[in-house]
């Protein structure tokens, strides 16, 4: 069974650095695309970086030289290391799986919750 | 970045009606649209991919279609459980991009 587990998020002030995990089981990570994407309180979905299986990475804009995508073959686990952390970096963030290498998540984890605030 | 228009915004029906969401891309991006649900709390869950092929376990209820740059989302006949936010999602270019969701409550 595809599992997605997210951990790492919490309370955070301007400025600071996070770094999220997402561990996987039933598929292996290095073999897919995988993203993350992040949901602002209350606000719609919003794509945040993707590493593809032969490891190059893509971001927003709005994260571009503040995040890092990365993932560890033998844990199975994604991350993603946030610095320079903004209020409006505050959402949930979700691992989510690429099925086909084309931008189709067909798994996603339960999310974690970063707050940025002072 | 390719920006996905999605309408309406909300939307209040009955349980049995039909119920129709539409979204409309910046410029044409074939047939590379998704459609997910997102219930409170929850994460999104694919639905339809490509545009209108159902997710292999999701209900025939569910249906999607195209027309140029134009893409419509149909409940047939709502049921209590589909109470949700619905998205859509181009995946034609970098950065994949959202509608800014609708969210589907029941009259």
């Known amino acids: 069974e595809v599992q997605l587990v997210e951990s790492g998020g919490g309370l955070i002030q301007p400025g600071g650095s996070l770094r999220l995990s997402c561990a996987a089981s039933g598929f292996t990570v290095s073999s897919h695309y995988m993203s993350w994407v992040r949901q602002a309180p209350g606000k719609g979905l919003e794509w945040v970086s993707v590493?593809?299986?032969?490891?190059?990475?893509y971001y927003a804009d709005s994260v571009k030289g503040r995040f890092t995508i990365s993932r560890d073959n033998a844990k199975n686990t994604l991350y993603i290391q946030m610095n320079s952390l903004r209020a409006e970096d505050t959402a949930v963030y979700y691992c989510?799986?690429?099925?086909?290498?084309?931008?189709?998540?067909?798994?996603w984890g339960q999310g974690t919750l970063v707050t940025v605030s002072s | 970045d390719i920006q996905m228009t999605q309408s309406p915004s909300s939307l209040s029906a009955s349980v049995g009606d039909r119920v129709t969401i539409t979204c409309q891309a910046s410029q044409g991006i074939s047939n590379f649209l998704n459609w997910y649900q997102q219930k409170p709390g929850k994460a999104p869950k694919l639905l339809i991919f490509d545009a209108s092929n159902l997710e292999t376990g999701v209900p025939s209820r569910f249906s999607g279609s195209e027309s140029g740059t134009d893409f419509t989302f149909t409940i047939s006949s709502l049921q209590p459980e589909d109470i949700a936010t619905y998205y859509c999602q181009q995946y034609d270019n970098l950065p994949y991009t959202f509608g800014q969701g609708t969210k589907l409550e029941i009259k």
């Open positions: 590493i593809y299986s032969g490891g190059t990475t």
């Open positions: 989510a799986r690429d099925r086909a290498a084309v931008g189709t998540f067909d798994y």
